[in-house]
């Protein structure tokens, strides 16, 4: 295993969030994040779920990663092990939060398990696995990804309900001038990028 | 059945194209567009997983029992996933390297997720195969024409040659990520246009046999 990068967590925390957010410059969760941008309770909803599962995912599976596999030196089965550790964690959530509160889970029961399926998640993972951090820093990066996207579809929620009755040539209408909003998001967020480095 | 072919082929590759109409798994190699290298053997990755898990999947369609049918899904195409990252590794180790996480995200995109649920689960094998494959394509055709365009303005290069004149000043923007949206959206944009003005022109002769002459 590599060494860790020195990385404060906290300015890592807020990289993740701002100058490196994941969905915006690194385009993931993006599946998700057009079709649930249409109104902002959904959006709200998915933002906190995707948030939850990150930060736990992001802790659990750094420790999977190094007690399990690098000690078993499976490192090949690595992508199926983290996606049953994505599917147990939403797993145990649901029922959790089933059992603990019946209106949150009302709220974001549907979200859950489409959660599963989110390249963000997954992405968030193998970014922490790949540059190889430590347990904090995996996990205020998880964190912060996981502020950053929820971030990113409540800022898109907003725009596109704003713009919903807005002239646009019909060939662009729908998913085009979606892209194109984000398009501008991603640009206002790299502004940021010579502040602060997550690497 | 060579009817059926083609007209899968057209489907995944114009009408009901993975990207600008189902809207479907730009998550993880838009990332990888701003070079046409990395772009091609990602999407090439793309279209083998889609269409052995379609085979794969669709072949054991009545072993698998409905519960547990997500979570099978995944473990399939995962496993497709990891051949792939293996050989990657062991005869591209730059390009792997450069790719980085978004080999391992091909397990989540959702172009094979949709095509395993909406058409192997229901179709058989070999047609299967060839649906995930030209649906591949169709996610392929889309990408390598954004790749281009970002890697030609962006480091005036193609497949890491020079094309661009000594003094071309390259556009920054274009290596970054925003261009890779606006450019989905140009792509989006020609493509809705043209199909509504070929829904127009078929609408057209489908009302009149005697097409009118043209009043402007």
Same mark, same amino acid.
């Given at each position: ?199 | ?21 189902? $809207? =479907? ?5 838009? %990332?990888?567009?701003?070079? #046409?290298?990395?772009? @091609?053997?990602?999407? /090439? *990755? ?35 996933? $990891? =051949? ?5 590794? %062991?005869?591209?180790?730059? #390009?792997?390297?450069? @790719?980085?996480?978004? /080999? *391992? ?52 290069? @193609? ?58």
């Amino acid at each position: 295993m590599n060494a860790e990068p020195l990385v404060n967590p906290v300015v890592l925390f807020f990289a993740s969030i701002f100058t490196s957010n994941i969905l915006l410059s690194n385009f993931l969760g993006m599946c998700s994040f057009i079709s649930i941008s249409k109104d902002k309770t959904s959006a709200n909803g998915l933002g906190l779920a995707v948030t939850v599962v990150m930060t736990i995912c992001a802790a659990v599976s750094w420790l999977v990663l190094r007690y399990v596999i690098l000690p078993l030196d499976i490192e090949y089965l690595s992508f199926i092990i983290f996606i049953i550790v994505i599917a147990a964690v939403v797993q145990m959530l649901e029922m959790i939060i089933d059992r603990v509160s019946p209106a949150l889970y009302m709220s974001l029961g549907i979200f859950l398990p489409l959660i599963t399926v989110n390249c963000a998640i997954l992405g968030a993972i193998l970014f922490m696995q790949i540059r190889s951090y430590g347990f904090l820093q995996a996990v205020t990066f998880g964190a912060g990804s996981g502020l950053g996207w929820w971030l990113a579809i409540m800022l898109l929620a907003s725009i596109r309900k704003r713009t919903e009755n807005n002239p646009v040539p019909a060939g662009l209408k729908g998913a085009g001038i979606t892209m194109v909003t984000i398009g501008f998001m991603a640009m206002a967020f790299i502004g940021f990028s010579g502040m602060i480095a997550v690497q | 059945m060579s009817g059926k072919a083609g007209k899968i082929l057209k489907d995944n590759l114009w009408t009901n194209n993975p990207i600008f109409i189902q $809207i =479907l798994g730009i998550c993880s190699t838009l %990332a990888v567009t701003n070079s #046409v290298r990395n772009t @091609l053997i990602m999407t /090439v *990755g793309v279209s083998l997983a889609t269409a052995f898990s379609s085979l794969t999947l669709s072949a054991m369609q009545a072993a698998i029992p409905r519960k547990v049918r997500m979570i099978v899904q995944v473990l399939v195409i995962s496993f497709y996933v $990891i =051949l792939i990252d293996i050989v990657l590794r %062991a005869y591209l180790p730059d #390009v792997s390297k450069q @790719l980085g996480p978004y /080999v *391992g995200l091909i397990i989540t995109n959702c172009i094979i997720m949709g095509r395993a649920e909406a058409f192997a689960a229901a179709n058989k094998p070999f047609l299967s195969f060839w649906d995930g494959l030209t649906s591949g394509l169709g996610y392929m055709a889309v990408l390598v024409s954004i790749a281009v365009v970002r890697e030609v303005l962006g480091f005036g290069s @193609l497949l890491g040659f020079r094309v661009m004149p000594q003094g071309f000043e390259p556009w920054t923007i274009m290596i970054m990520a925003p261009s890779a949206f606006f450019l989905v959206a140009f792509v989006m944009w020609w493509a809705k246009t043209v199909q509504a003005k070929a829904a127009v022109k078929a609408a057209a002769a489908k009302a009149g046999p005697k097409p009118a002459p043209a009043k402007a």
